[in-house]
């Protein structure tokens, strides 16, 4: 009598969910045979971490094949300057269904012009600290943000350097067809609050963001006195940069980030569990 087997689709399968629920486990399925193999090494290359010291799994994928990289890669994040790498934007051109783009720093027009050719859902990074308004005016238009349902814009300017973030400039966020999660910092959201309220109704969130521990007492003098009373809108401190990339990867691979606790925050409110009146979710990253 035969051994009795599985169909190939249904191994497929069940290794493929394996490596899904546990992400250390790829290596280790890696070795089973050639055929599992083929199924699971694309996964290990679904998330990418990005720095100006290039680690192995970058060095390995360069060495894919251009098939290979068009199906493996859909989240990427850019960390410690790799955004400013003339390599940057020639990889992520090779990568056109990434879906969720991060980084530390500046996107550069170069980057921009790759970033416009992807179908992106998740979007962050830093507004620039010179010329802010005119960069504003312009930049919602681009074809990169048609798609992009979660947004995070971080902005920290030194103080000479801080020009007036007024609304005008920055309607255009309003205009983002597919737009449900907005995450400003404070920095950048504290003169446009009731504005991005009024306008952006197809929100379904807004956080107004605080880097770790810096401005504990100021995101609970905001959160005690917000100019609106809208129960999309919270504070909330969005971590350090270093725990906000691990934040980063573990929603991505796992959907359990600063919105998924953010959502669980708004859903008690409708709930009841939490008062209608708390604005402020605290130690979010502890």
Not at 90 to 105: A, N
Not at 161 to 172: F, P
Not at 221 to 238: F, K, S, T
């Amino acid at each position: 009598m035969d051994d009795p087997y599985l169909p190939p689709e249904l191994e497929h399968e069940i290794f493929e969910i394996s490596a899904f629920q546990d992400q250390s486990s790829i290596p280790k399925l890696l070795r089973v045979c050639h055929r599992v193999h083929d199924w699971i090494e694309p996964l290990l290359y679904r998330v990418l971490v990005l720095s100006e010291d290039e680690d192995r799994s970058v060095l390995a994928l360069q060495m894919k094949s251009i098939v290979f990289k068009e199906l493996a890669v859909r989240h990427v994040y850019l960390q410690d300057g790799a955004n400013a790498l003339a390599a940057t934007p020639v990889l992520l051109s090779q990568l056109p269904h990434v879906e969720s783009l991060g980084m530390d720093g500046f996107a550069s027009d170069q980057l921009l012009r790759v970033m416009d050719a992807l179908h992106l859902r998740k979007l962050n990074f830093c507004v620039p600290i010179v010329d802010t308004s005119a960069w504003a005016q312009s930049i919602f238009s681009r074809p990169c943000f048609r798609s992009v349902t979660r947004l995070e814009l971080f902005y920290e300017p030194l103080k000479e350097s801080a020009q007036r973030i007024a609304w005008e400039d920055w309607s255009g966020i309003a205009y983002l067809p597919a737009l449900t999660h907005l995450c400003l910092q404070y920095q950048l959201a504290k003169n446009i609050i009731p504005s991005i309220v009024e306008h952006c109704q197809g929100l379904e969130i807004f956080i107004i963001a605080f880097w770790g521990r810096w401005g504990l007492r100021t995101s609970a003098e905001l959160a005690a006195n917000l100019p609106v009373n809208d129960q999309r809108v919270l504070v909330m401190r969005v971590g350090d940069p270093s725990s906000f990339v691990k934040d980063w990867v573990q929603g991505v691979e796992y959907g359990d980030d600063f919105w998924s606790r953010a959502e669980t925050f708004l859903a008690g409110k409708r709930g009841g569990t939490t008062e209608r009146t708390v604005f402020l979710l605290e130690n979010s990253f502890d």
